[in-house]
């Protein structure tokens, strides 16, 4: 087990008036896979975008280590680079930029963060060209707009496409596999497992155990109601589907 | 309407001294005939519909004086200075003008343009027989006052009517407005005639010498031949004290194909007014317009467009981009005359505002008196997606630096509908300039060349 990456103590956080995250703690050291499941407002993509620095969340109470630094004090872009990346539920489209262009300002963007010289335009496409064949990605979307006219399972295969080209030592995925078919579920599962190392960790959230079958995680947690109930090995998700999330909650509550 | 009381002297001192340079008697008459008109229609004002949110009173109550040729060379301009503003494209030549006149020592040399490529002053002295004639063609749609105005000075300009080549160059009209005392105006006219199965691209270009006010108001008239293919693109970057008004013309016969490409990105008070005829089966316009103003920019897109015959397809995007102080005016009508059956008109104005300030008025409109016609047209007025901005946080971008890159975004729509490469790379640093943070906004999106 590698030194805990990510680590978050009694994090409570919402909306002015409302508490969604009641007091989850996690720990998830590098070099693994943990899925965080749970039922639809159970507080799964409040975490996602807490962790990545939405503001309309506040954080009431607790607190999140990044390889040990405080996230809270940091903004959205410095998260980016101190290596956190969030994979969204919903990708957004961007016309009027290509690929290509986004890509570039986001890679060179996070180098300047952290000191290191811009990637000059040939060095970014060696690197883009070889990010797409990591994760099995045409190139050619390069050249088209971000996620303009995209399928959903286009825009969630670019999302691992950004995900191969920032590499981040943090990737949360927050429910990646929602309206994707099996053949894009495997595509994308694919793309995540080719970029699995010892140095980063991915935090799966998901409804559907199914995804957890091509992205096999070490540790799965059940959030309910904004308090991680439960945590155990894979076999908990295979429970979940069998038997609902009711049932784990009354277990969970005895 | 108001009585022509302002500057009447001065235009018709103007007029006089003007007329001395041994025109021939047509173009005197055409002159007069034109000031005339100028005195009958008067100066539009705010409650004149087609003016209701731009006013002319800065134009009204400023001495411009029109110069003539020779008169005007007090700016020394050497032909390193010209290197910035060159496009740098393959193929291209280019014609430069001084505040309205044209300037041979600093355009392309004689050998290197097309045949029947010129300068309308010397069109006039060459083959002004031809130049009536075209003139006559041209002048069948109404004319404003200031259409009239320009008429009235009508000295130079660019006369290009190139033969059909395998290679069409690209023709760039650099117009340089210089800053003096009193302030200038320069009402030249372009007669761009496009022989059957003929290409053309032509880049106008509006450029300030100075710092300081002059009034530009010139008139395009496109005559695209049956079966050709024009591009014109007006890329409008003069100081912000500047007034520019024009009209561009676009009379399209059977089967031709035009694109017009208005991209106002400079000026303190700008009308532009579009005005596009198919009057050919089966021809086909594009106009796609970009205006961005901050500052205290005025920006007026006026706009009309008439299916006058059957199968005509015409497609008019306009992008509008508002920061700070700036209002946006957009008014376009699609005319629709009988008979003009199967037409497919479509009409789009998206807007983005970047502060509360900016302001932006749009009124698309239709007017159809044919049956079998496709036609839609829509506009809206919005902010920034802050989604897309937050998107492009996580991605690692600070928030000003997301912003920038999603208000070029927005305007980069218009940008990818033109063809010229050269053209998007110059329009991409003139933007980035405009907006926030534009040096590393311009960094980011640079395209490989």
């Known amino acids: 087990m590698g030194e805990p990456l990510l680590q978050i103590e009694d994090l409570h956080a919402g909306i002015p008036g409302r508490e969604i995250l009641r007091g989850v703690n996690l720990t998830l050291p590098a070099g693994q896979v943990h899925a965080l499941m749970g039922p639809n407002g159970s507080g799964k993509s409040t975490l996602a975008q807490v962790l990545a620095g939405r503001e309309d969340y506040t954080i009431t109470q607790g607190r999140i280590l990044f390889a ?165 090995d894979r076999t908990l998700a295979l429970d979940l589907e069998r038997e609902g999330y009711a049932a784990v909650e009354e277990k969970a509550a005895v | 309407m108001v009585a022509v009381a302002e500057q009447p002297d001065l235009y018709d001192r103007d007029l006089q001294r003007l007329q001395r340079h041994n025109a021939p008697d047509w173009l005197c008459d055409w002159r007069q005939r034109q000031m005339q008109r100028f005195r009958t229609l008067g100066w539009p004002t705010m409650k004149d519909e087609p003016w209701r949110f731009t006013s002319l009173k800065p134009v009204m109550d400023t001495p411009y004086t029109c110069v003539g040729p020779g008169e005007a060379h007090a700016a020394a301009i050497t032909p390193q200075a010209l290197e910035a503003w060159k496009l740098h494209q393959e193929g291209e030549r280019i014609l430069v003008f001084v505040d309205g006149h044209y300037r041979a020592d600093l355009s392309s040399p004689p050998a290197d343009l097309p045949q029947g490529v010129t300068s309308l002053a010397q069109a006039l002295r060459d083959t002004p027989e031809d130049v009536q004639a075209v003139l006559r063609r041209a002048n069948t749609v109404a004319m404003d006052a200031l259409a009239a105005l320009n008429g009235a000075f009508l000295l130079d300009g660019a006369c290009l009517q190139p033969a059909r080549t395998d290679t069409p160059p690209l023709l760039h009209l650099l117009y340089l407005a210089t800053s003096a005392a009193p302030p200038r105006v320069s009402h030249f006219q372009n007669l761009i005639v496009v022989p059957e199965g003929g290409q053309i691209t032509v880049v106008e270009h509006d450029v300030s010498l100075g710092a300081g006010r002059h009034w530009c108001n010139g008139i395009t008239h496109l005559l695209a031949g049956p079966n050709s293919h024009a ?123 970047l502060s509360d300030e900016a302001r932006m008025n749009t009124q698309p409109q239709l007017e159809i008196h044919a ?71 311009a960094q980011m999106i640079e395209e490989p060349v």
Do not use: W
């Open chain 2, 371 to 441: 049956d079998d016609v496709k036609c839609t047209h829509g506009a809206t007025v919005g902010r920034l997606d802050q989604e897309a901005v937050y998107y492009l946080q996580t991605r690692g971008l600070p928030l000003e630096l997301a912003q920038a890159l999603m208000t070029y975004a927005f305007a980069a729509q218009g940008l990818n509908r033109m063809n010229i490469a050269a053209v998007r790379r110059h329009l991409m640093r003139q933007l980035s300039a405009k907006l926030p943070h534009g040096r590393e906004l």
């Open chain 1, 68 to 232: 040990g630094q405080d996230l809270a004090a940091l903004k959205p872009h410095e998260r980016a680079a101190a290596g956190l990346f969030l994979a969204f539920q919903y990708p957004v489209e961007i016309p009027g930029v290509t690929g290509m262009q986004f890509l570039r300002a986001a890679v060179n963007a996070v180098r300047k963060q952290r000191g290191e010289p811009e990637l000059d335009p040939v060095a970014m496409l060696k690197r883009l060209r070889e990010a797409a064949k990591l994760v099995d990605c045409n190139p050619d979307t390069l050249k088209r707009p971000v996620n303009e006219g995209f399928s959903g399972g286009e825009k969630k295969r670019n999302e691992v496409f950004q995900l191969a080209a920032l590499a981040p030592r943090l990737a949360v995925l927050d429910e990646t596999d929602s309206g994707l078919d099996i053949d894009a579920l495997q595509v994308v599962a694919k793309g995540v497992n080719a970029l699995r190392r010892p140095d980063r960790a991915f935090l799966v959230i998901t409804h559907y155990q199914r995804l957890l079958n091509y992205i096999v995680p070490d540790v799965v947690h059940v959030l309910v109601e904004g308090r991680i109930v439960k945590s155990g």
């Open chain 2, 231 to 353: 591009r014109y693109y007006l890329l409008e970057e003069s100081n912000p004290q500047a007034v520019n008004t024009r009209l561009i013309h676009a009379h399209l016969d059977r089967d031709s194909r035009v694109e017009l490409h208005p991209a106002l990105l400079g000026g303190g008070l700008v009308r532009n007014n579009i005005h596009g005829v198919l009057d050919g089966e089966g021809s086909h316009l594009l106009v796609n317009g970009l205006f961005v103003g901050r500052g205290q920019q005025h920006l007026d897109n006026h706009m009309r467009i008439v299916h006058a015959r059957p199968r005509g397809e015409s497609h008019q995007f306009y992008q509008g981009v508002l920061g700070e102080e700036a209002q946006g005016v957009f008014a376009g009508r699609i005319v629709v005359q009988p008979g003009a059956q199967q037409t497919d008109a479509k009409q789009t104005n998206r807007n983005l505002l």
